[in-house]
């Protein structure tokens, strides 16, 4: 087919690799514009997205918006048979829906209709879910309310985001060539009316632990918020980003030590940190970090 291919992060990549691979045409390639980063954060870093697409040859396009008449022209002069979205991050106007001949398919990482939205994946393992996976969806105005056309289910087990969002990334890939090798066979359906939610934008606010939730509950925050924005504690005005913990059969005040291993009294039972960062320091597991910062029994986080 015919394709033009929309997204940005990581978590896109797979599928635009997939497409290259399976023999499709990929006319061109939308993504988020290049954004400031680097080491003294003023050089312009492409998209993940942006940067395959040139290693292939491809023709990358990032508007700001796709509501002037301009763009969307220009998009419908591709004369496309079909466009592929996967984490694009703009809301694509009806008249870009309607431009390509067989409309915009979108790959989106739950199962739908829970977890609609921008952050399913991280809302998903916060909420405790057992299972989530991969829907292939018709796009239509509505946020991720189009009807389904394929869908896969993975278990989350104890993965955190940054684990879950590479395997649904290789698995949505998979789940998109295959709906594509069978389109013509394919029956769109909609979407249940009951079970759905909505998982917003995740805050960086959102990120900071509170120890007066369930030790269970906090270890899926930790999960949840890794590798980005990475879950913390502050001690003595400084951040600590908590990479990996584990829930521990103990009790105390919570937000307090209750010995010299860096284990934490939570609202009901406890967390052990087994990976951590300081600010502006490499990653290391925890008994490391003690070994030059001894963080003593009773000490209370903030």
Known sequence: MRVIFMGTPEFAVPALVALVEAGHEVLAVYSQPPRAGGRRGNELTPSPVHKEAQVRGIEVRHPVSLKGADEQ???AALDADIAVVAAYGLILPQAVLDAPRLGCLNIHASILPRWRGAAPIQRAILAGDPTTGITIMQMEAGLDTGPMLATLRTVIDAKNAGELTAELADKGAQLLIGTLRDLAVHRAVRQPEDGVTYARKIDKAEAQIDFT???????R??????PAPGAFFVLDGERYKVLAAQVIDAAGEPGVTLDEALTIACGDGALRITRIQRAGKPAMDSADLLRGRPIAAGTRLG
């Not at 925050?221 to 890794?226: E, G, Q, Y």
């Open 221 to 226: 925050h930790v999960r949840a918020f890794m």
């Open 213 to 219: 939730q369930e030790a269970e509950q906090v270890e």
């Open 73 to 75: 022209t220009a998009f």
